[in-house]
Every structure is written in structure tokens, then in C-alpha cells.
């Protein structure tokens, strides 16, 4: 049974560079999450996927952040003109719907480092 | 608004004995489910064991078992005969579904060292 991968596991980058990163979820969930935690904190939510559509966006989500889902299977997140803050763990979930019990499964995350 | 609350930065403990990580929660919906996940320095979160709001019973998982105390609004983490392999950061979440958010949201965590 294979889990949630994501690719890179880790991402140097320059200040002001655009970066994407990508998830692969585990086949059968129609769920994708997308989470960014940072040193010292627990994971914070940025979006999430059911199937193809984007049904919610944090506010932690600038309008420099942009993610899809395309045909429901894989997803991507882009941040453009990176900056320092942004370096974090960027961390993937996906789920199968099935009300409050549903259980979200990660992947091993991207480290970013903004240079 | 939900929250999330781990007291405890880090907790040591020998191997073979049992240790609890503690967790109180603060919501206003009657229907949450809690999560505990566990995450080795490699990064990646672990799914360990899942408690609903209407469970009759503590949940429980292997080595894993959950003491929850709906009136207390706590949840905390019991680990049974501690394994070096056990030392990680340790994180409870809880998701309700107050305004249709479909998110989990996480406590700052918890260090355990297992010591041999």
C-alpha cells in the first residue's frame, strides 16, 4: 500500500525565486491537505482538495501561494518571489470522507530553505 | 475557536516504563474528533490513534491508548513499555466541524526522550 509522497524532500532556493512543490496522495482518497509547520510549531493549515476543487484557504495563504489539483489525483503548490519567511516544512495530507472520524495521512513533507 | 494545548515541552522517560503527554482542547461544537501523531526527526507525521467526541470508550492501539476526559476537555496520550524507537515529537490535533472547516489544528507538540 503505498502512502503520500511528495517531491523534493528538500528545496534551496534564493530569495525572490519561484518554487513548486508536488503530492502524490494515496490513490483511493478524494481528500489532499496541504499544511506548512514551522520550527517549534505544530503543522498549520493552508488549503485543502476534495476531488479537483479548492473548498478552503487559510488566511495564512498569501496571494503568493497558489496550489491545484488537477483531475483530482496529484497536487502542486507554487510560491512565487519567495521570501525568508516562507521557509519552512511544507507537509501533505490526504484523507477519504467519512465525517468527524476521517483520518488525514502525511507524506514526509518538503523542507524549504530560503536563502 | 478551536485550540489546541500541549503544557508539556519535553518529557523523558525510561525505556520499558510508561509515560502520559498530556492534552486539553477547547471547542464549542459537541461533535470533534482528536488525533495524536507522531513525528521522528525525519519529519514525516504518523498517524497513532483516534478518539471521537461520542465514544463510550477510551481509545486504544497496541501500545497506545488515549485517556480521554470530555468534561475536563483533556485527551492525553498513554505510552506503554516506552521503546528507544518512541523518542519523537509528539503532536495532538483536533477537527470539528465549526463552520464546515474540514482542518486539523495541532498543538505545538511535545519532545519525548526515551532513555535506555
Known amino acids: 500500500d503505498t502512502g503520500v509522497s511528495q517531491d523534493p524532500r528538500h528545496k534551496i532556493t534564493k530569495r525572490g525565486q519561484n518554487v513548486t512543490f508536488r503530492c502524490d496522495p494515496i490513490s483511493e482518497h478524494n481528500r489532499l491537505y496541504w499544511y506548512r509547520q514551522t520550527l517549534g510549531q505544530g503543522p498549520e493549515f493552508l488549503t485543502y482538495f476534495q476531488n479537483e476543487a479548492q473548498l478552503e484557504k487559510s488566511r495564512l495563504l498569501s496571494d503568493r501561494f497558489s496550489a491545484e489539483r488537477p483531475k483530482g489525483s496529484f497536487s502542486t503548490l507554487e510560491i512565487q518571489r519567495t521570501e525568508q519567511g516562507d521557509s519552512a516544512m511544507y507537509l501533505c495530507?490526504?484523507?477519504?470522507?467519512?465525517?468527524?472520524?476521517?483520518?488525514?495521512?502525511f507524506g514526509p513533507g518538503t523542507r524549504l530553505l530560503v536563502l | 475557536a478551536q485550540k489546541i494545548t500541549q503544557t508539556q515541552p519535553g518529557m523523558f522517560v525510561q525505556e520499558k516504563e510508561a509515560v502520559t503527554l498530556d492534552c486539553t482542547y477547547d471547542t464549542s461544537d459537541p461533535s470533534y474528533g482528536l488525533f495524536w501523531y507522531k513525528q521522528p526527526s525525519s519529519g514525516e507525521m504518523i498517524f497513532l490513534i483516534y478518539?471521537?467526541?461520542?465514544?463510550?470508550q477510551n481509545a486504544t492501539e497496541g501500545r497506545y491508548s488515549l485517556n480521554f476526559q470530555k468534561a475536563r476537555k483533556s485527551a492525553n496520550l498513554v505510552i506503554s513499555a516506552s521503546q528507544l524507537g518512541d523518542s519523537a515529537m509528539y503532536f495532538c490535533?483536533?477537527?470539528?466541524?465549526?463552520?464546515?472547516?474540514?482542518?486539523?489544528?495541532f498543538g505545538k507538540g511535545t519532545k519525548l526522550t526515551v532513555n535506555p
Open positions: 490535533a483536533m477537527r470539528d466541524t465549526q463552520g464546515g472547516s474540514e482542518k486539523l489544528v
Open positions: 478518539q471521537g467526541s461520542y465514544d463510550q
Open positions: 495530507a490526504s484523507s477519504y470522507s467519512r465525517g468527524i472520524e476521517e483520518t488525514q495521512y
